[in-house]
């Protein structure tokens, strides 16, 4: 799952989003605002499925009547989408209430909300330990706010971490929070089965379930006809993602699902994420190689190159069959790019089994990786089964040599791509400069360029790479 190291703000939208009538409405044209109208700020931690969840959210509480703002002290009704994969996740989480705390000082009647993995996780503790708390909803729950926000403004605390084995909020149009009007993540499935040992997610999203593929095709058609140009399919494990129809009883596969959206139209790109090794297969890369718009990047978690440990973590393959999915790629999809999640210091790993995790990057030459020190989570399978043993400071040097070979690796990945031309989806003004764009190639790779009169976001444009940085390209346009 691609991981958020730096959660800020969720921006609130500024520019378009969707009706569910189908037409590109504004935002102040949808939420005119009146001055009695009640605010909602939300926040969001962790993966992007949170991201896309508190899209989710904001359309459920719009339909209720609230509009969305950007600015903390105007808000009636404060939520905050939580993460507990790591600790860490969870300490960023509780500073925020204490500042929600103080907020709610200075106004009384304001209300905070918890929503997410770590209100799941903690359940009524929420209300017990953190007393400022009015709400906490888990992310399966995400229908009934409306109510349990309507019993709190009666004083009424409210409590809802029911997970279900059905909610796949396909019916919901999310409101696109933060957008750019280009890309845009639609969720495919939701929770997981895998049990790996080290995390989390499978005790604070539940059993995995897939949403109706027809509902999936049709808002990424109602992307396209908004103007956006780039849908990535969201899922804690979306190669695993497996519909049947009711109607018919035909099965949809994941490879058959990226087909379906693939032909909504050939300049809608298609991306995906995140995949779990075991589930890829062949199919889903010849099916990648079949359309062009379907974007040739593969998120490949490996966690670690060892296969004793990936035994412990319960990943289900091991280092040579992990291999083996990496060298299909190759053969399938030559220019594919690859990128991984990595977590040093795993109960009992020793020196030589996180040499290991070196060599397996060094060999699968990863475009990117997100990495971590294993942080044990209660209540996981690890935290049953064994020691957390590695010393933090252990962790923390493997760690650090992880990032160091990355960047290595990282920065001659994107040198080899001085002097190619890829085609480019222009995103916005690039950070630096206005006088230039920034947009991804279709390995996901940030294009940095300068702009040409007539170009604007959403369009595509062939850039011949002249620089490489460790994260990005510097590019011209070719004509
Ligand atoms: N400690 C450290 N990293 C973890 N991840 C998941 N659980 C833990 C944990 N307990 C990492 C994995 C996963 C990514 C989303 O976060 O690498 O793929
Ligand atoms: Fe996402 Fe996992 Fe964090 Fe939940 S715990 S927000 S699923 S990364």
Not at 130 to 138: A, M, S, T
Not at 224 to 235: P, S
Not at 355 to 364: G, Q, V
Request: glycine share 6%; charged share 30%.
């Amino acid at each position: 799952m691609l991981y958020n190291h730096n959660p800020t703000l969720t921006d609130v939208p500024k520019a378009i989003d969707e009706s569910r009538q189908g037409e590109t409405v504004y935002w102040e044209q949808v939420m005119p605002g009146p001055p009695s109208r009640k605010r909602f700020y939300i926040e969001s931690y962790g993966c992007q499925m949170n991201f896309s969840d508190s899209e989710i959210v904001a359309a459920v509480l719009a339909e209720d009547g609230y509009a969305p703002t950007r600015i903390l002290e105007e808000s009636d009704l404060i939520l905050i989408n939580t993460c507990s994969i790591r600790e860490k996740a969870e300490e960023t989480v509780r500073k925020r209430l204490r500042l929600f705390d103080a907020v709610k000082r200075q106004r009384p009647g304001v209300l905070v909300g918890v929503l997410g993995c770590m209100a799941e996780r903690l359940k009524k503790k929420f209300l017990e330990e953190e007393k400022l708390v009015d709400i906490v909803v888990g992310p399966d729950a995400y229908r009934d706010l409306p109510k349990l926000v309507a019993n709190a403004e009666d004083g009424e605390k409210g409590i809802n971490v029911f997970l279900s084995r059905e909610e796949t909020y396909a019916d919901i149009s999310p409101l696109r929070l933060d957008s750019n009007g280009v890309s845009a993540f639609i969720s495919i499935m939701r929770g997981c089965d895998n049990m790996c040992s080290f995390c989390v997610v499978p005790f604070t999203r539940g059993r995995e379930r897939s949403r109706d593929a027809f509902s999936i095709v049709a808002e990424a058609t109602h992307l396209f006809e908004q103007g956006y140009r780039e849908v990535t399919l969201l899922g804690q494990n979306v190669d695993s993602y497996k519909w049947q129809n009711p109607e018919t009883g035909k099965v949809v596969s994941f490879a058959e699902l990226l087909e379906m959206v693939a032909l909504v139209h050939p300049h809608l790109r298609v991306r995906f994420t995140t995949s779990h090794p075991k589930d890829m297969t062949d199919e889903v890369l010849y099916t990648m190689a079949r359309h062009d718009n379907i974007c040739k990047y593969i998120h490949l978690p490996v966690q670690s190159g060892n296969s004793r440990i990936l035994q412990l973590m319960n990943r289900t393959y091991d280092r040579e069959w992990y291999l083996q999915r990496i060298e299909a790629i190759e053969r399938i999809l030559p220019d594919c790019a690859i990128s991984s999640d990595i977590i040093t210091g795993f109960c009992t790993e020793t020196e030589e089994e996180h040499r290991d995790t070196l060599s397996i990057m060094e060999r699968a030459n990863y475009a990117m990786s997100y990495m971590f020190a294993y942080s044990e989570r209660p209540g996981t399978l690890a935290a049953k089964k064994y020691r957390d043993d590695v010393p933090e400071e252990v962790k923390k040097r493997r760690l650090n040599e992880v990032i160091h070979l990355q960047n290595q690796i990282s920065l001659r990945h994107n040198q080899a791509d001085i002097g190619k031309t890829f085609e480019v989806l222009i995103e916005g003004d690039s950070k630096r400069s206005k006088d230039e764009f920034k947009g991804r190639n279709s390995q996901n790779k940030m294009l940095v360029f300068p702009k040409q009169p007539g170009l604007t976001p959403g369009d595509y444009v062939r850039v011949r790479v002249v620089a490489a940085t460790t994260a990005t390209l510097l590019g011209e346009i070719v004509s």
